[in-house]
């Protein structure tokens, strides 16, 4: 037998391995809470259960590879053409397409750091080379360094908003001025994973951007606000090239039936999903105003989840919240992200937060 393996892409090289919210622990230990995946706390919305039920029963056959039913809900929902319209395994997977769509060896994907943690993984697997822009000591993207770093070379440009981990956003105005200064022929991603969560008036709905620049692409996803992210379904809207560059790249069949008709279930429940999420979002303020006045200086945040920059203490207090009953998801030396979650969740972890900043 031969001593070589297979050879594989030298890019593969030294990946950062995507590491998943750590799991709630097992049942039989302290009651536990997972708030480290920016999860939906609630279950599935009313009607989607019976939905989902009742695709399960044709799981032998492929699922509608166009997502037709899907986009034309899509369609109406957001006022724009089938065609501006591309769905994948989650919006992640539709990142990962628009990076096998614009960029390999040789060019750049310029993206705020610290960020969401796949596009270094997914830039790195398309080949390309991230240029990571620190966000602002205030935890907010630094639009007008993002511009600055645009090459030649240049093909994708991320913005995160609200960002992960921080929550931050970055408002109308500034968004505006930072797409004036991109050339038109390199595609800027607004990644809107939270955007349900948002109430800052100033902050924009990617999509109406979208409508009059060609170069920009919204990402949008069911996983959050939806609370579908175990169904593996997100989606762009773009124009014609990018949008069609999308059907191309996409893993054939890669959005499940059950995901398909689940996701329609859920847009037709908007009522009680926006109940939901502004039950969230009454949540989210309380986290925030307890920590602010356990005297934590906390970014002003727009989506689930807060961020506290706790630097070398950062492992200490995840672990702390863990034997406590609440799984956060630390940054090692930089801070933790927790989600919000069920009010006795959050009060977990508002009391660990509590202790620790007694010991300041
Ligand atoms: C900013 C951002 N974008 C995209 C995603 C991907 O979500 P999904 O692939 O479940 O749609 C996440 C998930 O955590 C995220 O935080």
Redesign the pocket.
Known sequence: MSETSPKLRAELEGIPTYKPGKPAAAADGPVAYKLS??ENPYPPLPGVMETVTAAASSFNRYPDMACTALLAELSERFAVPASHLATG???????QQLLQATSGPGDEVIYAWR??E?YPIITQISGATSVQVPLTPGDVHDLDAMAGAITDRTRLIFV?NP??PTGTVVRRAELERFLDRVPSDVLVVL?E??REFIRDTEVPDGVEIYRERPNVCV?R????AYGL?GL???FAIAHEPVAAALRKTAVPFGVSQIAQDAAIASLRAEDELIGRVGSLVCERNRVMGTLRDQGWTVPETQANFVWLRLGERTAAFAQACEQAGAVVRPFPGEGVRVTVGETEANDIFLKVAEGFRKEL
Do not use: M
């Open positions: 995946s920016n395994t989650g919006s992640v997977g539709v990142a960020s969401f796949a995160c960002n992960n990644d994973a939270y990402l996803t069911f996983s959050k992210a593996r379904v997100g």
